[in-house]
């Protein structure tokens, strides 16, 4: 296989093209505890799962970042990483 900037971008080790895989647990927590917390709208119990749902987040962007499949995936991580930080930092004042 041609050791192009597409292959590489979008291609895992075995030449597939990967863009959505499914879902591994930090992204399942973290969809469950953010759909949660439109359910729960105040109080300690959105408290709770808006750190859960932060922390879940924040792992799987980490994770794909470092052991994403390709660029795409690691540059998926990054996008949601700074999206993630970026909504705690603007949505604190």
Same mark, same amino acid.
């Given at each position: 296989?041609?050791?192009?900037?597409?292959?590489?971008?979008?291609?895992?080790?075995?030449?597939?093209?990967?863009?959505?895989?499914?879902?591994? #647990?930090?992204?399942?927590?973290?969809?469950?505890?953010?759909?949660?917390?439109?359910?729960?709208?105040?109080?300690?119990?959105?408290?709770? #799962?808006?750190?859960?749902?932060?922390?879940?987040?924040?792992?799987?962007?980490? #994770?794909?970042?470092?052991?994403?499949?390709?660029?795409?995936?690691?540059?998926?991580?990054?996008?949601?990483?700074?999206?993630?930080?970026?909504?705690?930092?603007?949505?604190?004042?």
């Amino acid at each position: 296989m041609e050791n192009s900037l597409f292959n590489q971008t979008f291609r895992d080790n075995e030449g597939n093209i990967v863009i959505a895989q499914p879902p591994n #647990l930090p992204m399942l927590v973290g969809i469950t505890t953010t759909l949660l917390t439109f359910v729960v709208p105040s109080g300690n119990l959105h408290t709770g #799962l808006d750190a859960i749902a932060f922390g879940s987040w924040f792992t799987w962007a980490w #994770l794909e970042i470092f052991d994403g499949v390709n660029y795409f995936r690691r540059a998926l991580g990054v996008f949601v990483l700074i999206a993630i930080i970026a909504d705690r930092v603007f949505n604190t004042f």
